[in-house]
């Protein structure tokens, strides 16, 4: 059973800090990840994609991967109120996305 | 990335009756899902929408219960039939278009947020 791990949360965090959410997945195969964002009420956001060992960033975002440890990561710096969503981690596997149950990010002012 | 819509946004259905959720996409696109997200779940991919052809069902759904149509590369839809309780869920088309970098990469449309009665 291939599986994409994540804790539910929630996450909180104070304003300015760094959110640390993290992604586990069963099938060594992959090649390919992603982390989307979901504000209540609305669809999931594409915001990071990563495809090699190592970190890859995005402004605010950095995207961390270790096949190896079969461990996906995804760093917030500065954290805002604004940051405050559930963030999936999804994992490609044969064309199709198989994502983990989302973690609850709460950032305090 | 594409830009996606879907109909109707929201609904409300008794029990038994069916009805079809309308993505339509702006471009072509190769790849179109539907997944579903109920309500404090993550998303499951119900099947994969293939243009011109029946679509590709994942384990534990089945066509007689959530048939799909997709005539052409920017059109497809979801038919939720025989509607219960158990299937008020959120429904989210999906399609894989290149992106950034030559990523192939999956955008969301904004969903259909279904109740059943």
């Known amino acids: 059973q291939k599986e994409v791990e994540q804790n539910s949360g929630p996450l909180s965090v104070p304003e300015g800090a760094i959110a640390s959410l993290n992604c586990t997945y069963s099938?060594?195969?992959?090649?390919?990840f992603f982390w989307y964002r979901q504000y209540s009420g609305k669809s999931p956001e594409l915001i990071m994609f990563?495809?090699?060992?190592g970190d890859k960033e995005d402004g605010r975002f950095t995207a961390q991967l270790n096949k190896a440890s079969q461990y996906v990561s995804l760093l917030i710096r500065d954290s805002q109120p604004s940051d405050s969503a559930t963030y999936l981690c999804a994992v490609k596997e044969g064309g199709k996305l198989i994502f983990g149950q989302g973690t609850e990010l709460s950032v305090k002012p | 990335s594409a830009v996606i819509s879907q109909k109707p946004s929201r609904d409300i259905c008794q029990r038994g009756t069916s009805l079809t959720i309308q993505c339509q996409v702006d471009s072509q696109v190769t790849m179109m899902f539907w997944y579903r997200q109920q309500p404090g779940q993550s998303l499951t991919l119900i099947a994969t929408?293939?243009?011109?052809?029946?679509?590709?069902?994942e384990s534990g759904f089945v066509i007689d219960k959530f048939p799909i149509s997709r005539p052409n590369l920017t059109f497809s839809t979801l038919t939720v039939s025989n509607m219960s309780p158990e299937d008020s869920s959120i429904y989210l088309c999906?399609?894989?278009?290149?992106?950034?970098?030559?990523?192939?990469?999956?955008?969301f449309g904004p969903g259909t947020r279904l109740t059943v009665l």
């Open positions: 999906s399609v894989e278009s290149l992106g950034r970098a030559g990523s192939d990469t999956q955008y």
């Open positions: 099938d060594r195969g992959s090649q390919s």
């Open positions: 929408a293939n243009q011109g052809s029946e679509a590709t069902y």
């Open positions: 990563i495809y090699s060992n």
